[in-house]
């Protein structure tokens, strides 16, 4: 008879999917194969098509506490034979839209099993859910928590007319189309954008999403710890292809006075130049409060997929009297002047909102 496996893992908290693969490492007598499957499925249909293959199932169950009432989720570990077992997530199982997420499957051995697991994933075909068309509708949007978690809000920018070349100096312009190239041939990578508050860097993720065709997502700093931070931030955004992250008023959260500032640098890094940047295709856009290159992190500066690092500078003598003229505004400018320094001063009962 094989010994039983002895493991030694120092572990800090419940993880149901740790214990799962533990479990299937004991059942098995060694280490298990694993597939990890990230759509989402229609919950009853899925139900149906796992009864015929599951023998037993285990369940755990957490209550989150609502305002009108509990949200239930379900961990559900199925044996589906002696050497193979699919665990699955049932989210806010009492509601009528609750769905499946994350199914995984542990087998003992990849040749005998891959078979089995590959007629159920053609079975669960029919119960995919797809998330793409309701998505599309917007390419530029929010995060935020919702009853199943993190969700994506649509979000407009309010401000800049059609003339978007009056808005920028030429060089920063003539960068950001660059950028928009580059992007649009990398799978993944970092993009770093700087300049004085005021200068137009938020405003111009309106003009980029219009120009690429994925989906952009922006973070909140308040949610750094709910996504960044997060090891089940990559699962949400491997259901949207190549997605592009936006991350603002980084100033604030990648200093050395912010105690977290290190491990948020980490793990964005490790997510577009590290380990888990094979397994995800991502892009990031971080906004840099500042007229010194140099107070941005010098980690982000040395990363190995930097694509291109864009400076917003203030418009010249000439390009401030322009666009004053272009907004209605019989004000004249003499020296270097911030976008909303002249958007504010325009001669016009309503000003223009630049930014988020």
């Known amino acids: 008879m094989p010994k039983e496996p002895k493991i030694n893992i120092n572990i800090n908290k419940d993880d149901s999917e740790l214990n799962d693969f533990?479990?299937?490492?004991?059942?098995?007598?060694?280490?298990?194969?694993?597939?990890?499957?990230?759509?989402?499925?229609?919950?009853?249909?899925?139900?149906?098509?796992?009864?015929?293959?599951?023998?037993?199932?285990?369940?755990?169950?957490?209550?989150?506490?609502?305002?009108?009432?509990?949200?239930?989720?379900?961990?559900?570990?199925?044996?589906?034979?002696?050497?193979?077992?699919?665990?699955?997530?049932?989210?806010?199982?009492?509601?009528?839209?609750?769905?499946?997420?994350?199914?995984?499957?542990?087998?003992?051995?990849?040749?005998?099993?891959?078979?089995?697991?590959?007629?159920?994933?053609?079975?669960?075909?029919?119960?995919?859910?797809?998330?793409?068309?309701?998505?599309?509708?917007?390419?530029?949007?929010?995060?935020?928590?919702?009853?199943?978690?993190?969700?994506?809000?649509?979000?407009?920018?309010?401000?800049?007319?059609?003339?978007?070349?009056?808005?920028?100096?030429?060089?920063?312009?003539?960068?950001?189309?660059?950028?928009?190239?580059?992007?649009?041939?990398?799978?993944?990578?970092?993009?770093?954008?700087?300049?004085?508050?005021?200068?137009?860097?938020?405003?111009?993720?309106?003009?980029?999403?219009?120009?690429l065709d994925r989906i952009i997502i922006f973070i909140p700093n308040n949610l750094i710890e709910s996504t960044i931070n997060n090891p089940e931030f990559k699962k949400f955004l491997m259901k949207h292809p190549k997605p592009v992250i936006v991350l603002d008023d980084c100033e604030v959260i990648f200093n050395d006075v912010y105690y977290k500032s290190n491990v948020v640098v980490n793990n964005l890094l490790q997510m577009i130049d590290g380990f888990l940047s094979d397994s995800i295709d991502l892009n990031v856009i971080a906004i840099f409060n500042t007229d010194d290159e140099s107070d941005i992190d010098q980690s982000l500066l040395e990363c190995n997929n930097l694509l291109d690092v864009v400076e917003f500078e203030r418009l010249d003598e000439e390009e401030s009297n322009d666009l004053s003229i272009h907004l209605g505004s019989k004000k004249k400018y003499k020296n270097k002047t911030k976008l909303i320094d002249i958007i504010k001063k325009r001669n016009c009962a309503e000003d223009k909102k630049v930014g988020f």
């Not at 169950?61 to 379900?74: C, F, K, R, W, Y």
């Not at 998505?135 to 809000?153: D, F, P, R, V, Y």
């Not at 407009?156 to 660059?178: F, H």
């Not at 992007?183 to 770093?192: A, E, R, V």
Request: with cysteine.
């Open 22 to 211: 533990l479990h299937c490492w004991g059942k098995f007598g060694s280490r298990p194969n694993k597939l990890i499957i990230y759509n989402s499925f229609i919950k009853d249909e899925f139900i149906t098509v796992i009864s015929e293959y599951s023998k037993e199932k285990n369940v755990f169950t957490e209550v989150v506490p609502a305002d009108e009432s509990n949200i239930v989720n379900d961990k559900v570990l199925a044996m589906i034979s002696e050497n193979l077992y699919l665990s699955y997530l049932v989210l806010d199982r009492n509601n009528e839209n609750s769905f499946i997420h994350e199914i995984t499957f542990f087998f003992k051995d990849y040749e005998s099993e891959i078979k089995n697991v590959n007629d159920i994933l053609e079975k669960l075909d029919d119960c995919v859910i797809d998330f793409q068309e309701e998505s599309s509708q917007t390419k530029l949007n929010t995060i935020t928590i919702g009853a199943s978690g993190l969700e994506i809000e649509p979000l407009q920018l309010k401000g800049l007319d059609s003339e978007i070349d009056m808005y920028y100096n030429e060089l920063t312009l003539k960068s950001v189309n660059k950028l928009i190239k580059t992007i649009k041939k990398s799978d993944k990578g970092l993009s770093i954008f700087f300049g004085p508050r005021g200068s137009g860097k938020t405003s111009i993720l309106t003009n980029i999403s219009d120009k």
